[in-house]
């Protein structure tokens, strides 16, 4: 279905979520499966959210009768938009809905982390709320574990209640495997290099292999804190008092958390 | 934009008449000269004689090139300014004659095999000298005004707000990477937003001028560290309220526990202390003052690098004895409540149901 859309409003021929899917700006969402919209209890309470749900609901399963069109179809476009944000924020933390945000994930389809040590990570969406017109979409990055405004103004006025609080984050907690390395270059992602080493297919096969859900029981995270890079500020090559003060600070606290963890860890091994 | 202020500042001697006529005319007609210039772009045109706009003006001015500030000509036509710089730059005289609108001599011409070498050369020729001036009183200036003009953008950190940022590079040599923007509140670089800016050499900013230019202009400065150990006030400088935040990761509405594998790890790359006083409590090794209270009295002697060597090792084990006795209590007793982590901040039912989210989403 994905494949027949071009985009163009006259194209009733495909599908209202290919539609919305391939017009510009939209970019950052994925393809919601019919079966979990049209499975109401996904849809619980979401009708106090959305005016003119039925018919707004109608319009997104290509339900809607021809002659209701006509009157409504401004007004109700602009629901229809909210309501398939508000059930894609439902779908993208379920199993098959992560696996899609993961794809676009692996393609940096969310682009990548603009802080010049993360190394052109990519980055995943995330609302800073789960309630819709509060505030727009921002860009976590699971490396520097920060957020970041999108780029260009089309995706910053996205709404951040499309995507929800808790997404990047349950990713990584399905995902362990994929939680990026604090230093060196970004893996995910990198389609060029793929595309120079020639093996691309291989090494595919091998990432799916290791991103099965819930492996890398052997993952231990306590110390990745010590790899990560970090600018110093110089000033003739010198280091800034203040600044150096700082970031002494802000490493201790560091070392304290790993102190932490390694205790707790050789705590629960013992 | 490139500012006029370069040519207008007071301190200027004025020069040979000919050359301070040109330079009047193209600051005075610099706004409605810019258009033409990009027109112009590709011929280079601009670089002969006949026309009204400076070399260095309509460098300034091409697209990518929005962070140059313009150098004066008294400070290239110093000697003294570029010391060392002739060995890094080929064909330094026709360079030269370029950046300063110098008629070349006409016998020399023939000599340059291609025009575009010289272009090239004056290039790496005005980024070199762009790289000292900006660390003068004059360019520092020039400088300011783009920043309060918003001319370098601002931090796409979000808990940064609209922080502005400004260029840097990551080395002083060039041909290492392009240039970068530094972000004063969160101490952190950058990539600039827009890939016009990726043909810029970082060195043609240094790795100084980010650094001199908020020690020279401290309003600028939202970060209330600077201010801590002097003044001694609040940190909470009203331009300061809204960047202490440090992002705390969600699921359902709980805080990812620190336990869990996707836990966070890099708060303290954001973290601030919440008093001035707090950043006392390391000492010059990074290490927490009470952490080792008998040790106190020995922290003269820690200038000599292989006993530091020895005693860390010692202490860290003793750190992890203690922490691993009684972590809590610890950890209250040590920092006094990191800064708010995020602006919803309080209410935090915490860990155990993060656990719980585990065991059901991968069994």
Not at chain 2, 88 to 108: G, I, Q, S
Not at chain 2, 331 to 345: M, N, T, W
Request: aromatic share 10%; with cysteine.
């Amino acid at each position: 279905m994905e494949d027949i859309s071009t985009g163009s409003d006259s194209d009733y021929s495909s599908s209202w979520i290919s539609w919305f899917l391939s017009s510009k700006g939209n970019e950052y969402f994925c393809e919601v499966e019919e079966d979990f919209i049209l499975d109401r209890f996904n849809l619980t309470g979401l009708n106090n959210e959305v005016a003119n749900y039925s018919q707004a609901l109608d319009l997104i399963t290509d339900n809607l009768d021809d002659d209701i069109q006509d009157e409504l179809r401004g007004s109700l476009d602009v629901q229809a938009r909210l309501l398939y944000g508000l059930i894609h924020a439902r779908w993208i933390v379920t199993a098959r809905g992560l696996q899609k945000m993961l794809e676009k994930y692996k393609r940096a389809e969310f682009g990548r982390c603009p802080r010049v040590l993360c190394h052109q990570q990519p980055l995943l969406p995330v609302g800073l709320t789960d309630i819709p017109y509060e505030k727009s979409v921002k860009l976590y990055c699971g490396r520097c574990e920060d957020l970041y405004s999108p780029k260009s103004s089309r995706h910053g006025s996205i709404d951040g209640a499309y995507f929800g609080t808790t997404f990047p984050h349950l990713l990584f907690l399905v995902y362990p495997t994929l939680i990026p390395p604090k230093s060196g270059p970004s893996d995910t992602g990198s389609s060029n290099r793929e595309a120079a080493s020639g093996d691309s297919r291989s090494r595919r096969r091998r990432d799916e292999a290791e991103i099965a859900e819930g492996g890398g029981e052997d993952i231990n995270t306590a110390t990745v804190a010590l790899k990560a890079e970090r600018y110093r500020p110089k000033i003739y090559g010198f280091q800034l008092h203040e600044t150096a003060k700082l970031q002494r600070w802000q490493e201790a606290v560091r070392d304290r958390q790993i102190a932490r963890l390694e205790a707790l860890e050789e705590a629960t091994r013992t | 934009m490139p500012p006029k202020s370069a040519q207008s500042l007071p301190a200027e001697p004025p020069r040979a008449g000919q050359e301070e006529d040109r330079e009047g005319l193209a600051a005075a007609e610099g706004d409605e000269i810019m258009e033409e210039a990009d027109e112009v772009e590709e011929g280079y045109t601009s670089s002969t004689p006949t026309s009204t706009l400076t070399w260095i003006t309509w460098f300034c001015s091409l697209p990518g090139h929005e962070y140059f500030c313009e150098v004066s000509e008294d400070f290239i036509e110093d000697d003294f300014n570029l010391t060392g710089l002739n060995t890094m730059v080929p064909f330094w005289k026709e360079a030269m004659e370029m950046v300063l609108d110098v008629e070349p001599e006409d016998e020399d011409a023939s000599k340059i095999p291609d025009v575009s070498i010289v272009e090239s050369s004056a290039e790496m020729l005005y980024g070199l000298v762009h790289q000292r001036y900006i660390l003068t009183r004059a360019g520092l200036a020039a400088m300011a005004e783009k920043y309060e003009n918003g001319v370098f953008g601002s931090c796409p950190r979000v808990y940064c707000v609209t922080c502005n940022v400004v260029p840097c590079g990551r080395s002083d040599m060039p041909g290492v990477d392009t240039v970068k923007l530094y972000c004063p509140n969160c101490n952190d670089i950058y990539v600039p937003p827009s890939s016009r800016f990726q043909g810029v050499d970082g060195a043609f900013f240094g790795t100084t001028f980010a650094h001199l230019f908020f020690q020279t202009y401290r309003e600028h400065a939202p970060a209330p560290f600077w201010k801590a150990p002097t003044s001694g006030g609040s940190p909470l400088s009203p331009r300061s309220g809204l960047t202490g935040y440090v992002y705390v990761p969600r699921i359902y509405g709980f805080k990812v526990s620190e336990r869990a594998k996707n836990g966070p790890r890099m708060q303290w790359l954001r973290l601030r202390p919440e008093d001035p006083e707090e950043l006392d409590m390391v000492d010059w090794r990074g290490r927490w003052l009470d952490e080792d209270d008998e040790k106190e009295d020995r922290q003269m002697e820690d200038f000599d690098p292989d006993a530091v060597d020895g005693e860390e090792d010692d202490e860290e084990e003793e750190e992890e004895e203690e922490e691993s006795a009684m972590p809590g209590q610890k950890q209250d007793r040590h920092c006094p409540s990191p800064r708010r982590l995020s602006p919803e901040g309080a209410c935090d039912p915490g860990v155990s149901s993060i656990k719980c989210c585990t065991s059901h989403t991968s069994g």
